[in-house]
């Protein structure tokens, strides 16, 4: 496995001291939130999947998933959820429908098809957003993020790699919350300014 992906699983598992949860559909659960709701989590950590999986979304899209990309829903995760819906990166849905249904990553092929911004190219593949104000990021064929706003109105580019952003954003995100997973500001936007 990638070292940066074992960087990566240290930052997310930074809410274990408030519980791990691991479903028989092999979806990780981190950091009980019941200052949210009952059964709530923070972070949610999705099974690998395959790469006839990712050929079936790539059928599905109609574009090649970007290497960076694919090397992360393959070695790592299938999307990821972090501080509750804060920052996501979506998934393969597909064929896994089990009683955990619920802890599913957001659907790769529905914001890349049905849920993709007209302005949005078709270059472009949507693999996730903030929370806050549901700015997306997008990925390019030659694995170049970028960042735009709902619409894809306004886009910009991020001028680092996908895993660096993964590194810095996420311990960023964090800095807002307490121990606990609670924001410390409800005011402040959580969303990056690049």
């Known amino acids: 496995m990638n070292y940066r992906f074992e960087e990566l699983r240290k930052i997310v598992y930074q809410y274990e001291h408030l519980g791990i949860r691991k479903l028989p559909n092999g979806t990780i659960l981190i950091g009980r939130a019941p200052h949210i709701a009952q059964h709530a989590w923070l ?3 999705f099974p690998v999947i395959t790469e006839k999986e990712i050929k079936e979304i790539e059928n599905n899209i109609g ?3 970007p290497e960076d990309y694919r090397q992360f829903l393959t070695e790592f995760s299938n999307g990821l959820t972090i501080l509750t819906e804060e920052f996501t990166l979506d998934g393969y849905s597909g064929n896994r ?3 955990e249904s619920i802890w599913q990553p957001f ?3 529905l914001y890349n098809t049905l849920y993709k911004p007209q302005k949005a190219t078709p270059e472009m593949l949507i693999i996730g957003r903030f929370g806050w104000d549901n ?3 997008a990925i390019m064929p030659d ?3 970028l960042y735009a706003d709902e619409d894809f109105e306004k886009i910009k580019p991020i001028d ?3 895993m660096d952003l993964l590194l810095t954003e996420i311990p960023r995100l964090y800095s807002m ?4 997973g609670v924001c410390l500001d409800k005011n402040t936007p959580t969303t990056p300014i690049f």
């Open 160 to 162: 680092i790699s996908f």
């Open 63 to 65: 574009i090649k998933i």
């Open 143 to 145: 694995n170049s993020l």
């Open 97 to 99: 429908r089990t009683s």
């Open 177 to 180: 919350f307490d121990e606990n």
């Open 135 to 137: 700015h997306k990021i």
């Open 43 to 45: 972070n949610e950590i």
């Open 107 to 109: 659907d790769l092929v």
